[in-house]
């Protein structure tokens, strides 16, 4: 099974090395990885081509948003499944990958995700946020319980049938794509209970300044879907209640 892995980047040469390392020190031997740099302006892609002999693709150009390079990564993507990293995080062991295959095919699921840490910034030691991501039903979903994104890995030809990330989005297209893998399609998911993924505290979607963008990107797209827009935002914001509390244990 190859895994087809995507990251993509715009000016964060002080992390995608660390981003780039993670995958490259995976222990599982047919990953393809992918790096998409939105025609960065800082040194990111001089980091980035440090490593060109051991990425498959990289690619470097102008685009409208992180969802568009992303979907760009999607297309150029071969592997069987196919799963993102983005510049500011890092895969929890160089064992990951493997475990996500291993699951893949015990399970022979559509869908794998996990959970995840959110870390300090500075601190990658320091967690924040404890993200377990607990059982999946589709009704957990219409409450508005996600899995958290960077820990989804799914078959490629899901993404065929259902569609790639809407771009019109900018900070809630990962949850739209949830609401319509998870949700509106019928896949078979499972849950893998380990940790996927360490997150760096501080990308769009944990910046105050973009919060209100967030917020109204989430009722537009709960609406999208026919939920009842603003309690579904609410019941998504209480799931995260317990991420915090845990952290602090």
């Known amino acids: 099974m190859k895994v087809s892995i995507i990251t993509s980047c715009f000016n964060r040469e002080a992390t995608i090395a660390q981003a780039i390392e993670s995958v490259l020190s995976q222990d599982y031997p047919d990953i393809e990885y992918i790096v998409v740099d939105g025609a960065s302006t800082d040194r990111s892609l001089a980091v980035i081509e440090r490593y060109a002999d051991k990425i498959a693709k990289i690619i470097s150009e102008p685009d409208k948003g992180m969802y568009e390079g992303i979907n760009k990564g999607i297309r150029a993507a071969t592997g069987d499944v196919i799963g ?3 510049s500011d995080d890092f895969l929890y062991s160089t064992h990951t990958v493997s475990r996500i295959v291993e699951e893949f095919e015990r399970t022979n699921a559509d869908f794998v ?3 995840g ?3 300090d910034f500075n601190d990658t030691g320091k967690v924040i946020r404890n993200w377990i991501g607990g059982s999946y039903s589709k009704w957990k979903v219409h409450c508005g319980w996600l899995p958290l994104h960077p820990t989804c ?3 490629r ?3 065929e049938k259902y569609g790639l990330y809407d771009e019109s989005y900018k900070i809630a297209a990962d949850s739209d794509f949830l609401v319509r893998y998870l ?4 896949l078979k998911v499972a849950y893998l209970n380990e940790y996927i993924v360490k997150m760096r505290m501080g990308g769009l979607s944990t910046d105050s300044k973009r919060r209100k963008q967030m917020w109204n990107e989430d009722i537009r797209m709960y609406k999208s879907h026919g939920f009842a827009a603003l309690p579904t935002k609410l019941m998504k914001m209480a799931w995260k209640v317990p991420q915090f ?5």
């Open 183 to 186: 949700y509106e399609a019928n």
């Open 84 to 86: 993102l990293l983005h």
């Open 157 to 159: 030809e899901c993404f």
């Open 113 to 115: 995700y996990g959970n």
């Open 117 to 119: 840490l959110y870390v």
């Open 153 to 155: 890995y799914i078959r």
């Open 245 to 249: 509390i845990s952290a602090k244990l």
